[in-house]
Nanobody, 119 residues
Framework: VQLQASGGGLVQAGGSLRLSCVAS????????MGWYRQAPGKQRELVAV???????NYADSVKGRFTISRDNAKNTVYLQMNSLKPEDTAVYYC??????????????WGEGTQVTVSS
């Protein structure tokens, strides 16, 4: 399973960005897709996840500002980020838990996309 993320960039505080991540490969079912982030000197942390039934979960620090959504037909997950703050600056990683043909579960990561928020 391969994940290709896009949409990062440089934005001023208060601005918006939308990240996208496309999953490809021998995917029978996508069970979960999500976004994590890692700032310099910090551990990778969960930002938001969406499971196959559509339920979502967010980090407290982004609730009310970020929205995760999925397009099942395109095997794509989006992260709409509004009211961005300098502390949102990090490398954002796409994650997917998939069931592949043969029945195995795979936990896959994208390469990351940089989000920089200037004050």
């Amino acid at each position: 399973v391969q994940l290709q993320a896009s949409g990062g960039g440089l934005v001023q505080a208060g601005g918006s960005l939308r990240l996208s991540c496309v999953a490809s490969g021998s995917i029978l079912r996508i069970d979960l897709m999500g976004w994590y982030r890692q700032a310099p000197g910090k551990q990778r942390e969960l930002v938001a996840v969406i499971i196959s039934g559509g339920s979502t979960n967010y980090a407290d620090s982004v609730k009310g500002r970020f929205t995760i959504s999925r397009d099942n037909a395109k095997n794509t997950v989006y992260l709409q980020m509004n009211s961005l703050k300098p502390e949102d600056t990090a490398v954002y990683y796409c994650n997917a838990v998939t069931t592949v043909y043969g029945g195995d579960l795979r936990n896959s990561w994208g390469e990351g996309t940089q989000v920089t928020v200037s004050s």
